[in-house]
């Protein structure tokens, strides 16, 4: 009996443990990374123990950019080929990271790699300009969240002729879309990594055609901020052209007059 009951004990004392690698993982990686299904913000983590050492591992965990700054060429390589998007630091303890890498670990052995973006299925694909336009005023609140969540721009801004916005606590959205894909512009919103953003949302949750909307938006915003810079660019290069025509003009008018009596003189 006492065996028992020691065994019994060790088990949950084992499915604990790997519980709380699990819920670290879906609390603090799930919103940028899969196991198996494919590129999200950052890279599949399927079989990610095979291709780096744990030591790496435990050290990217913890703080990837004091290892990408300290010029380990692996962890450089890869922050690179995410266009320098920098995966935020975790304040876990030795044995929290080894858990959260076990976990990664088992789930991949029960897991197939099916190699595509997770962005494949586009959840934009039906958007309308509807959406669009839902999503733009969700962003600065004109239109409140269903669950009371505060609007994005009191923390974010965004590069957009359309809408006013002016949030300076978090990054500026305009190029979000563009560097991590529908999919992950989806996860963040629904699930932050972020402190500040998880704080602001968990008890007021956004609703998965909110989530839709502001994606969509975000996803117009970043397709249009190359045309806006283009546009603007234009839009310079006739400033300059009809500001030199005046000064030429300006020229010939001082000094044509006083020519025209020396040319009768002469
Ligand atoms: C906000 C998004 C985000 C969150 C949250 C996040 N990551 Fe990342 N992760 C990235 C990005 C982006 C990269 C690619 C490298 C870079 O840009 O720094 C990356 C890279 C990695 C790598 C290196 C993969 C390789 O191919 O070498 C590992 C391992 C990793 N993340 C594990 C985790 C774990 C574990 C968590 C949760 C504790 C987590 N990440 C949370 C975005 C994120
Ligand atoms: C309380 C402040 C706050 C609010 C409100 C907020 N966020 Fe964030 N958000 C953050 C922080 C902090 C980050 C992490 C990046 C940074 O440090 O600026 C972030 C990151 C993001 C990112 C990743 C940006 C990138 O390019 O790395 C997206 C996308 C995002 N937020 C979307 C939204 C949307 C959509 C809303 C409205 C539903 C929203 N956020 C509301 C604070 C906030």
């Known amino acids: 009996m006492k065996t028992f009951l020691t065994i019994v004990g060790l088990l949950i004392l084992s499915m604990a443990h790997a519980d709380e690698g699990q819920d670290l993982y879906n609390k603090s990686c799930v919103a940028c990374h899969t196991i198996g299904k494919g590129r999200l913000v950052g890279p599949d983590l399927i079989n990610i123990t095979q291709q780096r050492s744990q030591e790496w591992l435990v050290a990217f965990i913890k703080s990837s950019q004091t290892l990408i700054k300290s010029g380990d060429p692996e962890a450089v390589a890869i922050f690179e080929e995410y266009n320098r998007m920098p995966m935020p630091d975790n304040d876990f303890t030795d044995a929290q990271t080894l858990a959260v890498i076990e976990y990664i670990k088992r789930t991949s052995a029960g897991t197939e790699a099916n190699g595509q973006t997770a962005d494949a299925q586009d959840l934009l694909s039906e958007a309308t300009d509807e959406n669009v336009s839902s999503g733009a005023l969700l962003f600065t609140g004109e239109k409140r969240l269903t669950n009371g969540g505060s609007a994005c721009n009191s923390c974010h801004n965004v590069q957009d002729a359309q809408t006013f916005s002016n949030g300076t606590l ?74 030199a025509f005046l000064i030429i003009m300006v020229f010939i008018m001082i000094f044509y007059p006083q020519r025209k009596p020396s040319r009768v003189s002469a």
């Open 170 to 243: 978090a990054k500026d959205l305009t190029t979000s879309w563009e560097i991590m894909g529908s999919a992950g512009v989806a996860a963040i919103i629904e699930g932050p990594p972020f402190p500040l953003m998880t704080v602001a949302y968990q008890n007021h949750p956004v609703t998965e055609q909110e989530v839709l909307d502001l994606t969509a938006y975000l996803r117009s915003v970043s397709e249009s901020s190359g045309n806006q810079a283009a546009e603007s660019y234009d839009m310079a290069m006739a400033i300059f052209g009809i500001a």
